[in-house]
Structure formats: C-alpha cells, structure tokens
C-alpha cells in the first residue's frame, strides 16, 4: 500500500510521461501489480536491486523502505528454514539417543 500510494502522489505532482516512471506505474501503479512485484523480488522472479533503484526518483525514503522489505523477508525465511533444518536435526538426534538406550538395556537384560 505504501509504495502504490508513493507512486500514485509522484505521477500526480510529477506527472509520469517518460519510460522510468512507465516502470514505476506497472510495478507499483496498483496494489495488486506491488503485491505481485513484491512477490517476484523475494522469490527472485525479478531483480530486487533493479526495483531498488528504479523507486530512486521518488525520493531515498522509497528506496531503503525496499530494501529493509527485502532485507527483513529474507532474514525472516531464512530464520524459518534454519528452524525447520534444526528442529529435524533434534528431533532425528533423540530418536538416535533413544535407540541407543534401549539396545543397552537389551544387553543388560541378556546378561541378567
């Protein structure tokens, strides 16, 4: 919402005539085309650097809002996928441990 807003006030002072501001209006001009534009910069369908600077004319608060976006959605997966890889890890390592134990107590029993 925040950057189609962003876009709509700059065409509207600026007046969005040349191609640049043509990208801005495409990607940002609907908040279905920024949902989807945000989509493709975190799942690497476009280049999130190139939408970086293509929010440039509208002023640097744009432009490192996007990148903070993009910054905290890929901690933010990344911190997930490492919880999922270290939960699995645990979770096989106590199965381990849990097997071990019961094969010495099996041995223990035999020689009882």
Known sequence: ?????????????????????????????????????????????????????CLQPMGTFYFWLFVGYVAVAYFAVLNVVTGIFVETTLQVANEDRDEIIKAEMRSKEKYL
């Open 1 to 53: 919402v925040c950057f189609t807003q962003g876009v709509v006030d700059f065409c509207t002072e600026h007046g969005c005539g040349n191609s640049e501001d043509a990208v801005l209006l495409r990607r940002f001009g609907s908040i279905a085309s920024s949902v989807l534009t945000l989509f493709q910069a975190m799942t690497n369908g476009l280049a999130w650097d190139e939408l970086a600077l």
